[in-house]
C-alpha cells in the first residue's frame, strides 16, 4: 500500500497532488494493483510521474499538458511465470480534474530478467481518446542495472 500527498507552492503556483496504490497478491496466480491519482492544474512532480505512473505510453502528465491538471485510475494484474519471467496487463482511465474524459489505455507485457543486470521487456499499448483516432504502440526494451 502507498499513499502520497503533495503541495506545490510558491509565488506563482499554489497545486496539490495525491496518489494512491494498492498491490494484493494472489496465492498462486500472482498480484492485482490498482491506482488513483488526482492532481491540479500546474502541479510538477519533475520525473516522478513517468513512465510507471501514468500509464506505459507515456501521453498524460501529472498537472496535465496543458496546466488542466489530471485525474486517473489504474488496475491491473501481473503474473510471474518463475524467478525470471512475468506477463501482465494494466487498464488505465484518464480525464481532466474537471472530469472532462480525456480516454483510456491499455497495456499488456511480458518481461524476462536473464541476470543481475539485464533484463529485456516487450510491451503493446492502446490508447482511446475519448475524441479523435486510437493509436497503437509496439516496444522492445532492454535494461542494464548497475
Known amino acids: 500500500y502507498e499513499l502520497t500527498y503533495a503541495s506545490d507552492k510558491d509565488e506563482a503556483i499554489d497545486a496539490t497532488m495525491m496518489h494512491a496504490k494498492v498491490s494484493v497478491d494472489v496465492p498462486g496466480m ?9 492532481d491540479e492544474a500546474g502541479y510538477d512532480a519533475l520525473d516522478y510521474n513517468k513512465h510507471s505512473n501514468t500509464g506505459l505510453m507515456d501521453i498524460h502528465e501529472w498537472g496535465g499538458r496543458e496546466g488542466e491538471g489530471l485525474t486517473y485510475y489504474t488496475v491491473g ?40 543486470v539485464l533484463v ?27
Open 77 to 116: 494484474y501481473i503474473h510471474s511465470l518463475n524467478d525470471s519471467s512475468a506477463v501482465g496487463v494494466m487498464y488505465s482511465d484518464f480525464s481532466k480534474a474537471n472530469d472532462d474524459k480525456l480516454g483510456t489505455e491499455i497495456d499488456a507485457y511480458a518481461s524476462h530478467k536473464y541476470n543481475d
Open 30 to 38: 500472482g498480484h492485482v494493483v490498482g491506482t488513483y491519482h488526482a
Open 120 to 146: 529485456a521487456t516487450v510491451r503493446y499499448g492502446k490508447y482511446t481518446p475519448e475524441t479523435g483516432d486510437a493509436s497503437d504502440q509496439w516496444m522492445l526494451g532492454l535494461s542494464l542495472n548497475f
